[in-house]
């Protein structure tokens, strides 16, 4: 009979493997000739490393002696901090057995302290009770004598203790022992653990509609409400296997991962069902039943939810007796946020019927649009992007149709762009959207952050089209700007307007509703006495406008 160890009852902690294998190490000598409490020295870094563990020169027999590691606060050499405890921080304490003289003793440590190259740092290693077994070390002749020296790493001469609380030398004293290191700052140290992140593998496969994660990355599938997802299921034919499926996000490495299984899907959840369905067979949770070898499986996609899943399949090869695959999340829904990746003077296109923002499309001068394009510099725009960072009124009056707020700005690294579906259209098209493009806190380019400015970009709202909820900080420089709605080359083109001017005035008639309504400033921010913020286009096109 087949005995398993139930991966979901037996939670097994991640812990630093028993005698972790470092990479480099570094020996003074075994020496002797000297003993007590324990040592002061310092170590000198010529390559970036980090300090794993020490083995020291420890008297045999009994009773077991208790160690402490201490480090100089902040680095630096323990010859000018001797004396004091308050420059020192404990790194660690273990309990070891002395293996007698001219043999290391290991401490076993996974302490990961980084000493950067090109600096000193000063260590203690003491005993806390001074009676036999002592810390054995070696006499020197000078304070800073080199004694252990390679590519990476000086370890240089110290001095002994020979009293509680090891921080003031005793005459010259050179340390015995071996420092255990690996190059680079806080690095792993060789401890070993299960990866964050479960894969497939070729006995327990799982995704939803191909997409695959790694070690460090989940697998995730966004799909409207009412799209097709399909799951996909792999196994050795007549391998038991069962899905186990929650109604939850997954994560990496949840409770009750273990070194050869590593748990993303909250199995304890109370959404927590299996996919086989029947009389749980397995940790009370799952029924494991022969697999046909492959199958896939449409996921009702009808409403809103967000759901992972792992699959579970008997693999006697498998050190816990079982293997899981990779655990895939889905996420249906009925419309999001998309958050703009906005490089420097580039342009992003984003689709409207899909992932995340799940909508239909806008209406823009009597054209439906089933996509749009963010463009870094401010506004947005349909049939192409544009990477202009100029803003004048012949390049809107010329090029792709726009709307919004154009200047050399930095969303790359000031400021966030987001496109956002608020739901079904409250103007135009029976069945467009309501979509808000919003440029926040975004800035003047090379001003270092100045020129803080931010808007949105709305279309088919409650008011028609509309740049609303326009502000600025006032410390805008020189950079020209430009703002409106153009058709850009296909439309006509009528002079520009004031916007400050306008402020206040009324409903605005244009002559017909190809024409643009633009403001323009070649030497600076647009004017704004009057404190407007939006500037509203109630028919969704250039014939007629109102600014407030």
Same mark, same amino acid.
């Given at each position: 009979?087949?005995?398993?160890?139930?991966?979901?009852?037996?939670?097994?902690?991640?812990?630093?493997?028993?005698?972790?294998?470092?990479?480099?190490?570094?020996?003074?000598?075994?020496?002797?000739?000297?003993?007590?409490?324990?040592?002061?020295? &310092?170590?000198?870094?010529?390559?970036? *490393?980090?300090?794993?563990?020490?083995?020291?020169?420890?008297?045999?027999?009994?009773?077991?002696?208790?160690?402490?590691?201490? $480090?100089?606060?902040?680095?630096?050499?323990?010859?000018?901090?001797?004396?004091?405890?308050?420059?020192?921080?404990?790194?660690?304490?273990?309990?070891?057995?002395?293996?007698?003289?001219?043999?290391?003793?290991?401490?076993?440590?996974?302490?990961?302290?980084?000493?950067?190259?090109?600096?000193?740092?000063?260590?203690?290693?003491?005993?806390?009770?001074?009676?036999?077994?002592?810390?054995?070390?070696?006499?020197?002749?000078?304070?800073?004598?080199?004694? $252990?020296?390679?590519?990476?790493?000086?370890?240089?001469?110290?001095?002994?203790?020979?009293?509680?609380?090891?921080?003031?030398?005793?005459?010259?004293?050179?340390?015995?022992?071996?420092?255990?290191?690996?190059?680079?700052?806080?690095?792993?140290?060789?401890?070993?653990?299960?990866?964050?992140?479960?894969?497939?593998?070729?006995?327990?496969?799982?995704?939803?509609?191909?997409?695959?994660?790694?070690?460090?990355?989940?697998?995730?599938?966004?799909?409207?409400?009412?799209?097709?997802?399909?799951?996909?299921?792999?196994?050795?034919?007549?391998?038991?296997?069962?899905?186990?499926?929650?109604?939850?996000?997954?994560?990496? %490495?949840?409770?009750?991962?273990?070194? @050869?299984?590593?748990?993303?899907?909250?199995?304890?959840?109370?959404?927590?069902?299996?996919?086989?369905?029947?009389?749980?067979?397995?940790?009370?949770?799952?029924? *494991?039943?022969?697999?046909?070898?492959?199958?896939?499986?449409?996921?009702?996609?009808?409403?809103?939810?967000?759901?992972?899943?792992?699959? *579970?399949?008997?693999?006697?090869?498998?050190?816990?007796?079982?293997?899981?695959?990779?655990?895939?999340? *889905?996420?249906?829904?009925?419309?999001?946020?998309?958050?703009?990746?906005?490089?420097?003077?580039?342009?992003?296109?984003?689709?409207? @019927?899909?992932?995340?923002?799940?909508?239909?499309?806008? &209406?823009?001068?009597?054209?439906?649009?089933?996509?749009?394009?963010?463009?870094?510099?401010?506004?947005?725009?349909?049939?192409?992007?544009? $990477?202009?960072?100029?803003?004048?009124?012949?390049?809107?009056?010329?090029?792709?149709?726009?709307? +919004?707020?154009?200047?050399?700005?930095?969303?790359?690294?000031?400021?966030?762009?987001?496109?956002?579906?608020?739901?079904?259209?409250?103007?135009?098209?029976?069945?467009?959207?309501?979509?808000?493009?919003?440029?926040?806190?975004?800035?003047?380019?090379?001003?270092?952050?100045?020129?803080?400015?931010?808007?949105?970009?709305?279309?088919?709202?409650?008011?028609?089209?509309?740049?609303?909820?326009?502000?600025?900080?006032?410390?805008?420089?020189? %950079?020209?700007?430009?703002?409106?709605?153009?058709?850009?080359?296909?439309?006509?083109?009528?002079?520009?307007?004031?916007?400050?001017?306008?402020?206040?005035?009324?409903?605005?008639?244009?002559?017909?509703?190809?024409?643009?309504?633009?403001?323009?400033?070649? +030497?600076?921010?647009?004017? @704004?006495?009057?404190?407007?913020?939006?500037?509203?286009?109630?028919?969704?096109?250039?014939?007629?406008?109102?600014?407030?």
């Amino acid at each position: 009979m087949l005995r398993l160890c139930p991966l979901f009852l037996v939670a097994i902690i991640l812990a630093p493997a028993a005698s972790a294998q470092f990479q480099n190490q570094i020996t003074t000598s075994y020496a002797a000739g000297n003993g007590c409490y324990g040592n002061l020295f &310092d170590v000198g870094a010529t390559n970036d *490393l980090s300090v794993c563990s020490f083995d020291i020169h420890l008297d045999a027999g009994t009773p077991a002696s208790t160690i402490n590691v201490w $480090a100089v606060t902040g680095g630096g050499s323990w010859l000018t901090n001797q004396g004091s405890a308050a420059n020192w921080t404990l790194l660690a304490t273990t309990t070891v057995t002395g293996a007698g003289i001219g043999v290391p003793t290991p401490l076993s440590l996974n302490l990961g302290y980084p000493i950067p190259a090109g600096t000193v740092q000063g260590f203690v290693i003491e005993k806390t009770v001074g009676a036999a077994p002592i810390i054995r070390y070696s006499n020197g002749t000078a304070y800073g004598s080199i004694e $252990a020296t390679n590519a990476d790493v000086t370890i240089y001469g110290g001095g002994g203790i020979c009293a509680p609380g090891g921080f003031t030398a005793n005459t010259t004293r050179n340390w015995n022992g071996t420092m255990h290191y690996e190059l680079g700052l806080n690095p792993s140290c060789g401890v070993t653990s299960a990866p964050p992140w479960q894969v497939n593998s070729t006995i327990s496969s799982l995704d939803l509609n191909g997409v695959a994660g790694s070690t460090f990355q989940g697998a995730e599938t966004t799909v409207c409400s009412g799209g097709t997802t399909i799951l996909n299921s792999n196994s050795t034919a007549g391998t038991p296997t069962d899905i186990a499926v929650v109604f939850a996000p997954h994560g990496p %490495t949840m409770a009750l991962s273990s070194f @050869n299984n590593t748990v993303n899907i909250d199995v304890l959840h109370p959404t927590m069902f299996n996919f086989n369905g029947g009389a749980a067979t397995f940790a009370g949770l799952l029924n *494991l039943q022969p697999h046909p070898g492959t199958f896939s499986f449409a996921v009702p996609t009808g409403s809103p939810f967000v759901g992972s899943a792992q699959q *579970l399949a008997v693999d006697p090869s498998n050190a816990d007796g079982y293997a899981l695959s990779q655990a895939s999340q *889905l996420t249906v829904t009925v419309g999001g946020t998309l958050t703009f990746a906005h490089a420097d003077d580039g342009f992003v296109q984003a689709f409207i @019927n899909a992932p995340p923002l799940c909508g239909t499309s806008v &209406d823009f001068y009597g054209t439906s649009y089933t996509d749009i394009f963010s463009n870094s510099n401010g506004w947005a725009s349909f049939v192409a992007g544009n $990477a202009d960072f100029t803003a004048s009124l012949v390049e809107w009056q010329t090029f792709e149709p726009r709307f +919004g707020f154009a200047a050399d700005l930095e969303p790359n690294n000031f400021g966030t762009v987001t496109l956002t579906n608020l739901g079904p259209a409250l103007s135009g098209s029976t069945g467009a959207t309501n979509l808000v493009m919003s440029y926040a806190g975004v800035t003047e380019w090379g001003t270092g952050g100045l020129g803080v400015t931010s808007y949105d970009i709305v279309l088919n709202g409650a008011n028609g089209h509309e740049i609303a909820n326009f502000t600025t900080d006032g410390t805008w420089g020189v %950079t020209p700007t430009v703002a409106g709605m153009s058709l850009g080359a296909g439309g006509t083109h009528p002079a520009q307007v004031s916007f400050d001017a306008l402020f206040g005035a009324g409903l605005q008639a244009n002559v017909a509703a190809t024409d643009s309504v633009l403001d323009a400033n070649p +030497g600076g921010m647009l004017a @704004n006495a009057t404190g407007w913020s939006n500037i509203v286009f109630p028919l969704l096109d250039g014939s007629a406008y109102l600014v407030l």
